[in-house]
């Protein structure tokens, strides 16, 4: 190391000094932004989770939880009524599956809950079209935001989701009528 440093001249020491900082700072201001978004993200799924929540009480069907939220990129609020990934999970009711093959729900029978899984699937188009067919379109989504480097970086990414992927649906009347009731 000695003999490193006494190569180096006096102008490249001085541009190192100059420059270590800025990347120094750089770096934790990228940390930063993405703390930011995982918060938000956080957030994001408890809300979120608690809209799908309301719409299976009021529907009167279970909640699938789609991706283990008590490990990994997944993590979230609550296991629902079952479940659902490719990994096993700790969950009361689990079931190790691929959400790109046919799952053991009727069509229209229950409402799931996405959280940062759709990013990760091998067949999109696939999952999307498993997930609307046993939920009927109640399907609750989040994603992870594709201007962050975790949506870049994280191990397995296969690509970024657009905001359509995060629209979810309305409560139905019914439900939205019972409640104002009270």
């Known amino acids: 190391v000695a003999s490193i440093l006494s190569n180096l001249d006096c102008a490249k020491m001085s541009t ?10 750089a770096g934790l201001a990228v940390g930063a932004w993405e703390a930011g978004w995982w918060v938000r993200r956080k957030r994001l799924r408890a809300a979120v989770y608690a ?7 009021c529907l009167n069907r279970p909640l699938v939880v789609i991706g283990a939220p008590d490990a990994g ?4 609020p609550g296991c629902g009524d079952m479940t659902v990934d490719l990994n096993p999970s700790s969950c009361p009711v689990a079931l190790q599956a691929d959400i790109t093959k046919p799952l053991p ?8 809950f996405v959280s ?9 188009d696939a999952a999307v079209k498993e997930l609307q067919r046993i939920s009927g379109g109640w399907v609750y989504t989040v994603r992870v935001e594709p201007w962050t480097l975790t ?3 994280y191990p397995g990414t296969r690509r ?12 139905p009347t019914v439900c939205s009528t019972k409640d104002s009731a009270r």
């Not at 190192?16 to 700072?25: E, F």
């Not at 990129?73 to 979230?76: H, K």
């Not at 940062?116 to 999109?124: I, M």
């Not at 657009?162 to 649906?169: G, Q, R, T, V």
Request: with cysteine; aromatic share 6%.
């Open 16 to 25: 190192m000094h100059r420059i270590l900082p800025r990347l120094l700072t």
């Open 105 to 112: 729900f009727a069509d229209n029978s229950v409402v799931a």
């Open 116 to 124: 940062c899984v759709l990013e990760y699937v091998d067949n999109l």
């Open 151 to 153: 949506s870049r970086l």
């Open 160 to 171: 970024r989701l657009s905001a359509k992927f995060i629209e979810l649906p309305a409560l």
């Open 51 to 57: 809209q799908a929540q309301a719409a299976a009480k």
């Open 73 to 76: 990129a997944t993590a979230g």
